[in-house]
């Protein structure tokens, strides 16, 4: 695929979706997809953009009030599946399962090459950078790129992980020559968080456990201290990442319950553990350093499951 618009140019309907629970780079590749589509694309079309709760602080990109929670029950003439494979995209799969034409463009290992148009390069630091080298340059505008420099961001740590390439940085060199607040969007959706953010990450610390002679470290919040705080799933962005920073550690690991003995799991790693392929193992996926899954039973259970897997390839 050279341009995106040569695949939908003849649609007269095209249906936009990401992950289920979405994150920087899924939102942003995302709103940047329909916002390029609605300004290149012929008066009349319908393209809608579906996607789970996003945290507030993606706000600052525009028309996030134009997502949509569900998709439309006529099928679309072509639906765009971002950051995942078709199995994922949750409450949208309707949309991407009826569509006439399905286009799948994403960077995960685990991606399989299921749709119509697959555009799948494990090697991107993100579906954002993937999604920059599909538009059209002549029809970028600010908008647009303030939504995608916020995807690269959030899936490279601020540039800081090693799928940043040279690729990338010239990527973000580009989009920010497009004048908005570069500084400002970093604080705002990558660090800057909430008195209540504060203090979840604050228990989840004090109450972290390393185990495996200090190379993991591991985390948890249950649904009792959820309702304490009254913070719900996107309030704990970024947890994993802090616990990664511990001297030692070489995979951080934070869980949060989904429901009763029902967790979400998030892996970080900062040592060649193949983290994606321990996710694969309990019906998750992800990167190399990145990666989550969902896993059933008693914190106790999960983290006596994780241990198993992880210890063979930390071996």
């Known amino acids: 695929m050279e341009k995106i618009i040569d695949e939908v140019r003849e649609a007269k ?5 990401g992950h289920i629970r979405p994150d920087g ?8 997809m329909y916002m390029y589509l609605s300004k290149v694309m012929p008066e009349g079309t319908e393209i809608d953009v579906i996607l789970g709760e996003c945290s507030d602080i993606f706000n600052c990109i525009k028309d996030m009030d134009k997502i949509r929670k569900y998709p439309r029950r006529q099928p679309y003439d072509v639906f765009i599946a971002l950051d995942c494979g078709p199995d994922r995209l949750g409450d949208a799969e309707p949309g991407y399962t009826k569509a006439k034409k399905t286009i799948n463009i994403d960077h995960h290992l685990s991606s399989v090459a299921s749709s119509d148009v697959n555009y799948i390069f494990p090697k991107a630091s993100s579906t954002s950078e993937l999604v920059y080298g599909l538009l059209t340059k002549e029809d970028m505008d600010v908008e647009i790129a303030k939504a995608l420099y916020i995807g690269i961001i959030h899936d ?3 540039m800081q992980y090693n799928n940043t390439s040279p690729e990338t940085l010239r990527a973000v060199a580009d989009l920010v020559s497009y004048g908005f607040d570069f500084n ?4 705002e959706t990558f660090y800057q968080k909430t008195y209540i953010q504060n203090q979840i990450m604050g228990r989840a610390l004090t109450e972290s456990i390393v185990f495996m002679d200090g190379r993991c470290i591991v985390a948890a919040i249950d649904q009792k201290l959820q309702k304490f705080y009254g913070v719900t799933g996107k309030d704990m962005d970024g ?3 802090q616990l990664r920073y511990t001297k030692g550690v070489e995979v951080a690991i934070f869980m949060y319950e989904l429901e009763s003995l029902k967790w979400k799991v ?11 392929k321990v996710a694969e193992f309990f019906g998750g996926g992800g990167h190399a350093r990145a990666s989550g899954c969902t896993i059933n039973g008693t914190f106790h259970d999960v983290v006596n499951n994780l241990s198993d897997r992880l210890a063979q390839w930390m071996e």
Do not use: E, F, Q, Y
């Open 156 to 158: 490279t740590g601020v």
């Open 13 to 17: 309907s095209i249906g936009i979706s």
């Open 239 to 241: 947890i994993v990442s």
């Open 25 to 32: 780079d899924c939102i942003g590749s995302c709103m940047a």
């Open 266 to 276: 998030s892996l970080r790693g900062n040592k060649d553990v193949p983290l994606n």
């Open 184 to 187: 400002s969007l970093i604080d």
